[in-house]
């Protein structure tokens, strides 16, 4: 690809107002691609990779053992990169610009060719979003104002075969099938996380060497690769070669029904007045995340997403506190089909790690720190996080309640939530330690979301988890009828009796048992106010604020900001919300396409968990959003330098409705009607109105307001 020149083909007028409107991410007029590193990326939640990167990877496919003693030569589980055969050059075409179509999930470069002057070249890459197993590109030719044939030059780039580290990768193409049009390979990871051998086929268009394009001629060729795995079916081989065959066949068809599936998950967004670049960061956020996930593809949620490799593609605590609750007001859906049900999946791999504790007698479900194919503890055993970073297994269990307070879907909870439940209150019954003298229970050698504290006792954090599922626990056994069989008076004094570090005197607390002052990572002890909405004044929720900001790493991730500018929101302190918020999306600001590292200066890229603590931050405190049993809570701001904001399509027990709101009034307007339900807004201006019409209600700005359903039986 060349990409010297002394004047550059500039984009079209559309091409810039959806720049301009947040929907695209562009580079022109000179302006070179980001490396990898910064690089953005197509996926569709089951396959995605970085354009121009040497891998692809598919949701589920791990290579490297569980167990991992630091060795080298022995890499830990992590993501298997699949050889990336949509990385195409066009050596002798001349890049003039490119982007990413936020909107449309399409990642387009634009080239002129010099050879043959006013000759057009578009390559168009995209994870098919209805077809799960394919990837596509698009080279399309525009030679019709020119007189002569153009031939362009191909080649994939970064393809080696026989020394990928992650799969043993076989030819099939000449042996069991044959064909001149396309390559067909299986792959089998190398080793496994315990027994199972995960293999995919994969079925890609052979690219030829160069493609002619006839004088006054425009035409678009195809690149398919389609994926299939032994984790889907037995007749994997077979099927992606039938996958591939089915799909080339219908070539032209794909983009339609790609862009249909993307405009149906856009109909729910956040929309952003007066700010061209907070849009462009919220559109492209929310593209980062929904582009790795899908609801029939439950293998959860990386803080690197699924286009990268970074923290080895495991799930942790992130994907629950950071990333699920921004996708939940918008898709409840795809948090329990795919982020939730990846935790059911995987209870056994949550109960062998509680039982592989066996001097502690621990029982029910732990859950590990990082989580990949089987469920079972992946991270390496010399990281003490692995051993010691428990609050995860209360992270869950709050994350299902903010579902089933979001949506009262009772029959998941029965079918599938409560069975979970339990197992962590049993789990966490295992885990406490009693203090006969002070008639209290303890939580000792713990790491709490500050890291940098390794092996404290009674995490301010970790214990209010813990507490409060319990309290969660036992208010679904007496929802479903199921109190006589559960422990509910021991269950009950667990909760009554954990430690709960507070120095009354000061009117703060604690981060754990002797703490002093110590800079911590990242925010803790500010969580107890939000996420965890645990009952303290205002004068402790400031205090806890005040002490804890000055503390804190300048290094540490962005979601810290995000907790600040909730938590002073909260306190109706605009002005100190104003200084946190912009620094929560700061670390995006590196790369032209808004691709987020963990921290200022670097850290895992395509950083997620960073995302979804922004999107909190615009929807939790600027949109003040409280999700409680029976209500939602309202109370909307305006981040500085915006003029309006819109919640769009939000859900809540299965209706839904646009919240929007500017500097004199506030908007609801219902969109669809659950008819089990009858939803009823209250507010200082009106009294329990039933919201039973599609007329939008008008509120005044800086009111705050709270919507409650009821049963319609």
Known sequence: MIINSQEYLQPPQWWNERVEAGNLLSI????????NYLMTNVGNGYVAFVIGGESIYVGGVYNGPAINLGDANNLPSHRAGIPN??????????????????????????????????????????????????????????????????????????????????????????????????????????????????????????????????????????????????????????????IYKTTFLLADQLIKSHLDEWNKIWISGIEVGGDSHLQQVVNSSLYYLFSSIRDDWSYGMSPGGLASDGYNGHSFWDTETWMLPPILLLNPKLVRDCLLQYRINNLPGAHEKALSYKSNNYTGFMFPWESAFTGIEVCPTFAPTGILEQHITADIALAIRQYYYLTGDLDWLIDFGYKALKGIAEFWASRVEY??????????????????????????????????TFEWVIEVATLINDTENIPFEHWSSIANGLVILFDEVNQWHPEYQGYNGETIKQADVVLLGFPLMYNMSKEARKNDLIYYEAVTTNSGP??????????????????????????????????????WTETPTGGAVNFATGMGGFLQGLMFGYGGVRIHQGNLDFYPQLPEGTTSLKIRSMNYIGSTF????????????????????????????????????????????????????????
């Open 28 to 35: 022109s007029n000179g302006e070179q691609e980001p490396t």
């Open 435 to 468: 203090d006969q003298l002070n008639q209290q229970y303890s939580i000792n050698t713990i790491i709490p979301p500050d890291e940098y504290a390794v092996g404290v006792n009674n995490s301010v954090y970790t214990n209010v988890a813990v507490k409060m």
């Open 558 to 595: 962005a979601m810290t900001y995000s907790m600040h500018t909730v938590a002073w929101l909260e306190l109706e302190s605009l002005e100190n919300a104003t200084k946190q918020w912009f620094r929560s999306y700061n670390n995006c600001n590196n790369s032209p396409f808004l691709v």
């Open 85 to 242: 055969f949509q990385n195409i050059e066009i050596s002798n075409a001349q890049f003039q610009y490119a982007g990413l179509d936020i909107e449309n999930a399409t990642y387009t470069r634009v080239y002129s060719i010099p050879s043959s002057p006013g000759t057009i070249v578009k390559q168009i890459f995209y994870a098919h979003q209805k077809i799960r197993n394919i990837l596509v590109q698009e080279i399309e030719v525009d030679n019709s104002n020119i007189e002569t044939d153009v031939t362009l030059q191909l080649s994939v780039v970064g393809i080696n075969l026989t020394a990928n580290v992650d799969f043993n990768i076989l030819n099939l193409t000449n042996t069991q099938f044959t064909g001149n049009d396309y390559q067909l390979y299986n792959l089998t990871i190398k080793v496994p996380e315990v027994n199972f051998m995960t293999s995919v086929a994969v079925t890609t268009t052979t690219i030829p060497q160069s493609i002619t394009i006839k004088s006054g001629e425009k035409k678009k060729h195809h690149y398919v690769t389609s994926f299939l795995t032994n984790i889907e079916t037995n007749d994997y081989i077979e099927g992606s070669l039938d």
């Open 658 to 713: 646009n919240v929007g709101w500017n500097q004199t009034t506030i908007t609801f307007e219902m969109l669809t009607f659950n008819p089990s339900v009858y939803l009823t807004l209250l507010s200082t201006e009106y009294d329990n109105i039933i919201l039973n019409t599609l007329d939008p209600i008008y509120l005044t700005f800086g009111s705050k307001f709270q919507i409650y359903f009821n049963n319609n039986n």
